[in-house]
Structure formats: C-alpha cells, structure tokens
C-alpha cells in the first residue's frame, strides 16, 4: 500500500496531535503546522500528497494560500476545513481546485472518515498524482492556461474521458465548452471515430427532427434518398449536443428515449435503428432554472448531468491572459509568416482590467485585432486593441477618479473658472452618498441582495441599476432565499 504524506494546518493543537496519531495508525505520514502561512512554507519545500487546511476566521488568505498551492507542479490535493463553513468560501475553495470543502467534523473519528476517503481517491488514481499526464499532448497544445481552476477542469478531462457517463459541460459563452468537449472525446477509447457537433441553437426547428434522427427515402415531400441522421453518425463515437438548452421540448422528449435506450425510429419509418454513441452535452443557460420554468425537461437534465463540469470566466483566472495571448499571438504571426512580436509592459495590465463578457473566444479575437493593427510594428500596444474595449476601460478608469474624489473638496479653489454650478456638485455629492450608501448596505446584511433591496426601499430592477450605474460588483453578492 502506497504510503501518502499529509499535511495539516490548524490552529488548534490537541487537534494536531489527535490527526497525527490517527494518519501514523492508518501507516500514512503526518505533519503538522499551526499557522496557514507556515503551512504555504511547508508546502512549498516538501512534496505533499494531502493538505487538511483550517480556514482560520481570523485569517482571510486561506483561498490564495489554497491558490499557491494548487500551483505547485503535480500539487497535492487539498482539503480545506472550516469551523463555521461558509457557503461562499466552500464555492471558491472549489473553484480553486480544493478536493473538498467540509464543516470541520466533530472529534477525530469524522476527520480520519475524510482521510481515508481520499486515501482511497489517490490509490484509485494510481501513482501519476496529476491527472493530467494522462491526457494527450494535443490537449495542452490546445487548451492554454495553467491557473488552478483550468487544472481543475483538466483533471476532470481526464475523469470523464475514462468513463462513458454522460458529460454536461457548463460556462458562459467563449469559455471552451467545445474544446473540452473535443479534448474528451479525444481522450476517450473512442478517439479514433467520430466527434459529432450538433449545435443545438442553430437548427431550424422544422428540420430538428430529420437532422437528428434522419430519414428514409419517400419519408417527405423531398426525401428523394434515405438520410442518415446526426445520432446515427455518431454511433461508436461521440455525439456533442452544443447549447442543449435550445433543444424544443418535443425534441427533448424523444432524445431522452434516445439516451435510455440507444436505439431511435428514422423520420417516416417504423424500423429501429442502434446507435453507440457517447453523449456530451454543453450550454451557458442555467438549465436548474430551465427546469423550474418548465423549459426543460426535469428527467433529462438529470441523465445529461451524470457527469458535470462548470468551466471558469476568463476574469475569474486573469493569470491564464497572459498565456492564451502569447500563444495566440506566435500561433497568428505562423500562419501569416511575419516575425513574432512583442507585447508593451502595460499590454497585460490593460488586458487583466477588462472583464471579458465574451471569455477567450473575445481574448482571441481582440489579439487578432491587435495583431493586424499593429501591421508592421514589432511591440504590441494597448492603443492596438479594439476601440470598444478601450472605450469601456476608459470609462471605467475615469468612474472610478470620480468616485475616488471627495465631493465637494475638488470644486475649492479660487479659480472662478473651475467653479461649477450648484446643479452639478448636487449631481456628483448625491452619486457620491449612493455609492457609499449601497456599498455599507451591502456589506452590512453579509452581501444579502434581497435583503438590501428591501431596506434600501427601491425597486429589484431600480437597485441593479444603481449597482451598475456605481460599478459596484454583485459577482459576489447573492440573492438569497
Ligand atoms: N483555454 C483555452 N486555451 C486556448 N483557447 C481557448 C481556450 N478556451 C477557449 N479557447 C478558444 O476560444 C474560442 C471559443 O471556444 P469554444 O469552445 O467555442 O467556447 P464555447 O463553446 O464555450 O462558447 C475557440 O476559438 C477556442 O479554441
Ligand atoms: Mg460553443
């Protein structure tokens, strides 16, 4: 049996010394830190299997130390605990590629049952303790970026591709659902057949039906030859259903008869056709709520999502920017045969302030843009960027001088001039107290947005107006209840 080592860090020491007897008798090695920082030092210098980390209250880095450590080549797995268990930390434990998140449990006995869960995870995943050398060099070639969250998702291309589960693939639009459909499927045992696209958002609701299933001959007015559909294609191979969410509900229901039993009837016929295909699925709507509002079928969400993955915004990993655009960049000046050029010192400070609605697909195409704009210039300058990218970080830059200004104290002085009317430094004191005013809200009921929409007395569409208006981030506020 392979011996692991663990690291734990926590505060409490009766509850060091109980762990560490409790990992020696399950013959594993333990060692101990009592502050998160001299756990990052621990774990930086030593190579570590498991790290049990206490998220300490009193200390807000346990997600960035989480962070540093996840970046650690062939980093150990890692479990963060938490005496209180915050729902927000638990997401963004998660999202930085914590194994688990958990309440800490009561007494040894529930912490040594976690242990062992993972000691079981590790020996299933044999010695390679990064899940990613097993995937193909193309994957990498393919899918740029080395954050923690796209490790994570890395790491889940490699469990899915192990498996036949059927996968639904999460993100907003530009964030790779396609790529790591296709990494997947070329991971998998059926790499060497078909990889099918159906993109779900594009086919004309009359024709769903024949593209899918196909269709005899004589079946329509038109049919004038037999026609294989998509899901026949992808028999022995993958079949990708893009923007799932978009599927008709008719259609829903027969490709839920699809997926339970892999055999279907072709348009206009009554024969049973087979067909071995390997489901995944993708969308950027959220199909929970799809279900809610009865637009999607409650019975096949729950079979598409055997297997889920939720891919990262492009703001949520801004360290991955750099990569994807230096490898855009040398990928471009290839194919158009000019010399590789080089970006300006504040190209990627300009890059990491844009929130990049449209993710990498936007990143990829804006330095293209750059590219051409910069024709025959060696270096790479924001000024090269789209136009409505710098309008927006223009603005933002300038809303923010203003907010930063106190009211009233930038109108003093003695230039008459710079005076302005009383109607504009009433416009910008009341900005200023709205601002203020949300932002202590907000923070006061714990990031609770229909709380603070009920004691600000405003409307729900009225409030996000004001937060938009104020540029203040509901990314991490939440409605709750
Ligand atoms: N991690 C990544 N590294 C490099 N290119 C990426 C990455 N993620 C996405 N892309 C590129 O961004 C574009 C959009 O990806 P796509 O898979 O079509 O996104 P989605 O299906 O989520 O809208 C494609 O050109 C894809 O190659
Ligand atoms: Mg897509």
Known sequence: MTRYNVLIID?????????????????????????????????????FDIVVMNSEPSDSRAIEVLRKIREIPSPPEVVVVSDSGDPDEAEAAIRNGAWDYAEKPKGNRGMALLLVRLFEYLARKGP???QRQVLKKETYEEIVGSSPAIRTSLDLVAMAAESEANVLIGGETGTGK?????????????????????????????LVESTLFGYEKGAFTGADRPHKGLIKRADGGTLFLDEVGELPLPIQRSFLRVLQERSFRLVGSNK?????????????????????????????????????MELPPLRD?????????VHQMTKLCRSYNCAEKSFSLDFFETLSRYEWPGNVRELVNAIERAISAARNEPVIFPKHLPTYIRIDLARASAM????????LETFTGNNRDSWPRLAQAREAAVAHAERDYLKALIASTGKDIKKAIGISGLSRSRFYALLKKHRISVSDAEERG
Do not use: Y
């Not at 409490?12 to 998160?36: E, Q, V, W, Y």
């Not at 790529?179 to 078909?194: C, D, P, T």
């Not at 990993?317 to 750099?322: E, F, S």
């Open 128 to 130: 390679a303790r990064d």
């Open 272 to 308: 049973e056709t087979r067909s071995e295909f390997r489901l995944i699925a993708a969308t950027n709507r959220n199909l929970e709520q799809m279900v809610q509002r009865r637009q999607f079928r409650k019975d096949l969400l729950f079979r598409l999502k055997a297997f889920s």
């Open 178 to 206: 396609e790529l790591f459909a296709w990494a997947i499927h070329n991971n998998s045992k059926r790499a060497n057949q078909q990889f099918v696209v159906v993109d779900c958002a594009a086919l004309p609701p009359t």
């Open 317 to 325: 990993r801004i360290q991955d920017i750099r990569e994807i655009a």
């Open 11 to 47: 505060h409490d020491a009766d509850f060091l010394a109980g762990m560490k007897k409790t990992i020696s008798r399950l013959n594993h090695g333990a060692t101990c830190m009592p502050t998160i920082s001299e756990g990052l030092q621990a774990a930086l210098h030593t190579p």
């Open 400 to 407: 923010e001088d203003e907010a930063a200004r106190p009211a």
